[in-house]
């Protein structure tokens, strides 16, 4: 296999990417093989594929291989991951690299999913972890490495950006011209000013993103940005046939797409997905057809909605003047055109939201009574279900809030209202598994063993302070004491032994043994034969056969009344030579 030339900037763009002007961006669970050749076949000249995991991209076989789906056809085309990981960045484009002509690093995505990953536009700060990632992937990768990103909201830092990102190896940058808070409801429009200062102030190619809904928006986006080429997303998905400028009939792209489905099987969520965006304006009239749609479980079973729309649009399209607009769109609804986003006013916005009942909110009257809105919905949808609990009858309301409260609350509240309340007084609810007295209770129990150790440790710590040598009374050392300790608790004869003072009723070098234990002397070395010898080992010259040193012992008698003191001994029997002491002798 040949190896391929790596091309870098414009001359990467002018020859593997064809002067790519007309690109269709990565969509999650959008941009799949048989929509990329769709869009292809009507004007699209480049196309990314969906934003993939580098993670499980490298990781899972299973994924790796219903993520790159792809076909000679498919060509150019670049692959883009999220991730937040040099590493893990390269070993998933080691894996791409053979089956596209560019990686793309997601820089863009706003979504909250990506801000628990920390990946997408939440990166967009941390531009040491960014420099790592597209400088790993342009050092160690046979094929350019791009990005995809949003913009700050100020121009200058996005271009400080944008040329960080081109120092690190990135040789195309797509530029969304939206900030990563500028999603849902607060999308607004994109700032084209923005795109064009990173174009006039980086050297490699640009291209364009946002608020480009037909062909028209695509000239002018660039005759004023002068960017190379010019991205779409969801004016993509509502007209596959926006780069040629055509308006068709939506039955015409949506059995174009079943066909390609059909040779190129794909997920069942993606087709789903596909056809409520392309018949989106005309199930807002044929709503029955809306849930048939979303209730679909099978490939057939949603070609079947599809054949049926198409069925009764016809019928309406081939009435008089049926070609006039309608419900406020440029044309017919089963014409394919863009969608554009309701743009009220923030605070009509927040009043709506406001007012609006909760999502769990009960139908308190009628029918429905007892069941939420989405219990509502199902029922509709499956009309032999029973969504009220076991027979019990409608949910008792919560005293505070309307939502179902627990059967054995001890405040008789649902659970979020419940747990604001045992919180305040400090009270347990095992129905909701709420334990706040009892957790309180466990961590003064846990406070006051942890204080307890702390005394103990304080304690054990003042006993084992070393002796003050100016001081006799304290010169006892841990050794005798231990030893006075043990002769304390022996009982002989039946009665206590009292332990003598140190210095009495011992060796003069070493302390009292008994038949129990024995205590070898901390002025004495052990030689290694296993004699005790003094403080300095005897000096014996080459060829001397000197005897072992003496060695003396004392044993406590087992009757208790003498304390046998031996002499030393060399190698004799200790009970040969031995005398005795009273025992109140030695103790006086």
């Given at each position: ?71 000679p056809e498919d060509r150019p085309l670049i692959v883009q991951f999220c991730a937040n990981d040099p590493n893990t960045l390269v070993q998933a484009a080691l894996l791409a690299q053979d089956h596209c002509d560019a990686i793309d690093l997601n820089l863009g995505c706003p979504q909250s999913i990506a801000r628990r990953g920390h990946y997408g536009a939440f990166l967009q700060d941390d531009w040491d972890l960014l420099q790592r990632m597209v400088s790993a992937v342009h050092e160690r990768c046979s094929v350019p490495v791009t990005c995809k990103i949003r913009v700050f909201t ?191 006013d923030q605070k009509e916005r927040e009043q709506a939201n406001k007012e609006r009942p909760p999502k769990r909110h009960l139908i308190q009257e009628g029918e429905h009574a007892g069941l939420s809105r989405n219990q509502i919905k199902r029922r509709i949808r499956y009309p032999h279900k029973n969504f009220l609990s076991k027979g019990l009858g409608p949910w008792i309301s919560c005293e505070k809030c309307g939502n179902p409260k627990g059967l054995n609350c001890v405040f008789n509240l649902c659970r979020a209202c419940c747990k604001v309340q045992a919180h305040a007084e400090n ?162």
């Open positions: 296999m040949a190896v391929r030339q790596k091309l870098e900037g414009y001359e990467f763009w002018q020859e593997t990417l064809k002067k790519a002007r007309y690109v269709v961006a990565p969509m999650v669970d959008q941009s799949e093989l048989p929509w990329r050749l769709l869009s292809r076949r009507h004007g699209c000249q480049l196309a990314y594929t969906p934003m993939f995991h580098a993670a499980l991209f490298s990781r899972e076989e299973t994924y790796f291989r219903d993520a790159m789906q792809t076909c100020d121009k200058q830092r996005t271009v400080e950006y944008a040329q960080m990102l081109e120092k690190a190896g990135c040789q195309l940058l797509t530029v969304h011209g939206r900030t990563k808070e500028q999603k849902g409801s607060l999308t607004g429009m994109a700032s084209w000013e923005h795109i064009k200062a990173v174009k006039d102030n980086v050297k490699i190619p640009v291209f364009a993103n946002g608020n480009i809904l037909s062909l028209q928006d695509v000239e002018r986006c660039i005759e004023e940005t002068g960017v190379d080429g010019v991205m779409t997303a969801e004016g993509n998905l509502h007209n596959p046939a926006l780069f040629e400028g055509r308006n068709t009939p939506v039955w015409e792209m949506a059995d174009e797409y079943i066909q390609l489905v059909r040779e190129n099987p794909c997920q069942l969520s993606a087709v789903r997905g596909h056809l409520f965006k392309l018949w989106h304006h005309s199930l807002q009239i044929h709503t029955d057809m809306r849930t048939a749609l979303a209730q679909g479980k099978t490939f057939e079973s949603l070609v079947t909605v599809s054949e049926e729309m198409k069925k009764r649009c016809q019928e309406e399209a081939s009435k008089p003047g049926a070609d006039q607009p309608t419900n406020g769109l440029p044309y017919p609804h089963w014409i394919c055109q863009p969608y554009i986003r309701p743009r009220g009270m347990d609810c095992p129905s909701h598994r709420l334990w706040f007295k009892s957790k309180e209770e466990r961590r003064k129990l846990w406070e006051a063993k942890k204080r307890q150790q702390e005394g103990n440790t304080s304690s054990e710590s003042e006993d084992k302070k070393l002796p003050d040598p100016d001081n006799p009374e304290t010169s006892a050392t841990k050794e005798e004491i231990s030893v006075a300790a043990q002769v304390d608790k022996c009982e002989l004869n039946g009665t206590d032994t009292k332990a003598s003072p140190p210095g009495e009723g011992t060796c003069d070098k070493g302390p009292v043994l008994t038949d129990k234990a024995s205590v070898v002397s901390p002025n004495h070395q052990q030689d290694p034969k296993g004699a005790e010898m003094g403080d300095k080992p005897p000096d014996i010259k080459n060829g001397d056969i000197q005897d072992p040193p003496p060695t003396k012992v004392c044993l406590l008698d087992a009757d208790c009344d003498t304390i046998v003191i031996c002499k030393d001994t060399v190698g004799e029997d200790v009970n040969e030579d031995t005398e005795a002491k009273p025992k109140s002798e030695v103790r006086a």
